[in-house]
């Protein structure tokens, strides 16, 4: 079997030329040919010894998952679905915007935290994606958009807010991310990328001391006994324990702030009250609110907050100086907005017999 060379940062690109024989700089002269140009035919690397190219078309090769389906929503949004084999397939979303593009990539098939508000949570879990396969939505995503005017990839920012959890497939999103911020890879600022996370504390510290990039908690309580229904890794990684480490963070993090995403869940979560005490719980951590208005998928109970209730949430927090957004529904016509996705997968858990649990006053 060839090898895919998409499965390897620089480190690992170096490291598989010297066993080939090869000198070090090849895999820089390699690596801006995959990601400065998309190009994945070695025979086009005109600038690449010929010898060193029969070598890669006889033993390697550049290969991104499979295109099964596109949509394109009425917005201008995009979603793709990539075939990863063995019967699963993950979702990508492009999002256009006036002054950039930003793409939203998936990290496993399905996810294994069932956050009972999040249609991939309600598919199961089957594996983790590797290198080449997240890497590989973006390599696929830039060639199938293009360049700009001024030559530049159309996509400026990556958020790792699709399918899965990023920081439980923590040594290949790693890899991907390192080579989304590598000068011969896409290049991309630590500013532009970012990881969302449900809170998986020991690998947020990992993060911040191997690859820090902005990054995304999904909050969605202001306490812990709503939490733990809501997202159930709260019941191992507590509020006390999350916002410690997003503390811990920001003394490595490319940005002065945690980016705090709570979907906004009609009668469950939306109250003043909440608003207030979720002012309590985040008053020693410097931070910004996305309220997201909850995108509903089939079997969900939940139902998304009224825009007066989210107005006046975001108004509680806003007059306590917290910068707070409410996130724009994009792509919910094909099912591509925030908590829709849900891909293609095998589930390994019986996770899908399941209902989502139901928490209404």
Not at 305 to 313: G, M, N, V
């Amino acid at each position: 079997m060839k090898q895919n060379l998409l499965d390897f940062d620089a480190h690992g690109l170096t490291t598989y030329f010297a066993e080939m024989g090869e000198k070090p700089f090849r895999a820089k002269q390699l690596m801006r040919w995959m990601y400065k140009e998309g190009e994945s035919d070695f025979a086009a690397m005109t600038d690449i010894a010929a010898s060193l190219r029969d070598k890669l078309t006889q033993y390697a090769c550049i290969a991104t998952p499979t295109i099964m389906r596109e949509e394109l929503s009425d917005d201008g949004t995009r979603k793709w679905l990539l075939d990863v084999g063995t019967g699963n397939a993950v979702e990508a979303v492009y999002i256009p915007e006036a002054t950039r593009g930003t793409l939203c990539i998936s990290s496993q098939a399905g996810c294994a935290l069932d956050c009972s508000f999040c249609s991939t949570g309600k598919q199961g879990f089957n594996r983790n994606l590797s290198v080449a396969e997240i890497i590989g939505q973006l390599w696929w995503a830039n060639h199938q958009l293009g360049k700009n005017a001024e030559g530049n990839w159309a996509i400026s920012n990556v958020v790792m807010m699709g399918m899965g959890e990023p920081l439980l497939n923590f040594d290949n999103t790693v890899s991907a991310l390192r080579l989304m911020l590598d000068d011969h890879g896409y290049g991309l600022s630590r500013r532009r990328v970012t990881v969302s996370t449900s809170g998986v504390v020991p690998a947020m510290d990992r993060l911040r001391e191997e690859c820090p990039v902005a990054l995304a908690v999904s909050l969605h309580a202001p306490n812990d006994a709503l939490r733990d229904v809501l997202v159930p890794i709260n019941k191992k990684y507590p509020l006390k324990d999350l916002l410690a480490a997003c503390t811990r963070y920001l003394e490595q993090a490319p940005r002065d702030f945690i980016t705090f995403e709570y979907v906004m869940l009609d009668g469950v979560n939306d109250s003043v009250q909440q608003a207030h005490e979720l002012l309590w719980l985040v008053r020693d951590v410097p931070c910004k609110f996305n309220l997201i208005p909850f995108n509903p998928f089939p079997q969900t109970h939940y139902r998304r907050s009224k825009p007066d209730a989210i107005a006046r949430f975001r108004d509680v927090l806003m007059q306590a100086n917290v910068v707070t957004t409410t996130r724009k529904t994009r792509g919910d016509d094909i099912a591509a907005a925030c908590g829709q996705l849900a891909g293609q997968v095998r589930d390994k858990t019986k996770r899908t017999m399941q209902r989502p649990v139901v928490l209404h006053r």
